[in-house]
Nanobody, 128 residues
Framework: QVQVVESGGGLVQAGGSLRLSCAAS????????IGWFRQAPGKEREGVSC????????NNTDSVKGRFIISRDNAKNTVDLQMNKLNPEDTGVYYC?????????????????????WGQGTQVTVSS
C-alpha cells in the first residue's frame, strides 16, 4: 500500500503563504485520492482540501476557499497544497491522507474514510 510523507510546514506571518507537499511511495499513486487534513490544538481533525484521481475534481472546506489551491502530479507521485493569505486560525498540524479509489473519478477525500492512510503530519504556525 502507498505511504505518504508531508513536507513544507513552518512558521509564517499572517497574510503570508506556504506550500505543503505530499510525496507517495508507489507508482500506483494515481489510483489513490488524496486529502489534506489539519488538527489545531484542542480541536478535532478536519478536512481542508482534496483532489481526485486525475486532478479534475478538487474541493476545499469553506474556511479556505479562495485561499488554498490543491494540485497533483501523478508522474512525480506528489500532491501540493498552496496556502495563501494565511491567518492564525490556519495554525495546526497538517496531514496528507490517501485512500485507494481505483477508477472512481468522482471521489474526493474531504472526510476520513475506511482504510485511510495517514502521513506523519507537518506543523504550520501562523503568527498574528
Amino acid at each position: 500500500q502507498v505511504q505518504v510523507v508531508e513536507s513544507g510546514g513552518g512558521l509564517v506571518q499572517a497574510g503570508g503563504s506556504l506550500r505543503l507537499s505530499c510525496a507517495a511511495s508507489e507508482r500506483s499513486f494515481s489510483l489513490y485520492v488524496i486529502g489534506w487534513f489539519r488538527q489545531a490544538p484542542g480541536k478535532e481533525r478536519e478536512g481542508v482540501s482534496c483532489i481526485g484521481l486525475s486532478g479534475g475534481i478538487t474541493n476545499n472546506t469553506d474556511s479556505v476557499k479562495g485561499r488554498f489551491i490543491i494540485s497533483r502530479d501523478n508522474a512525480k507521485n506528489t500532491v501540493d497544497l498552496q496556502m495563501n493569505k494565511l491567518n492564525p486560525e490556519d495554525t495546526g498540524v497538517y496531514y496528507c491522507a490517501a485512500v485507494w479509489a481505483g477508477t472512481d473519478q468522482s471521489r474526493c477525500l474531504l472526510k476520513p474514510a475506511p482504510h485511510i492512510l495517514w502521513g506523519q503530519g507537518t506543523q504550520v504556525t501562523v503568527s498574528s
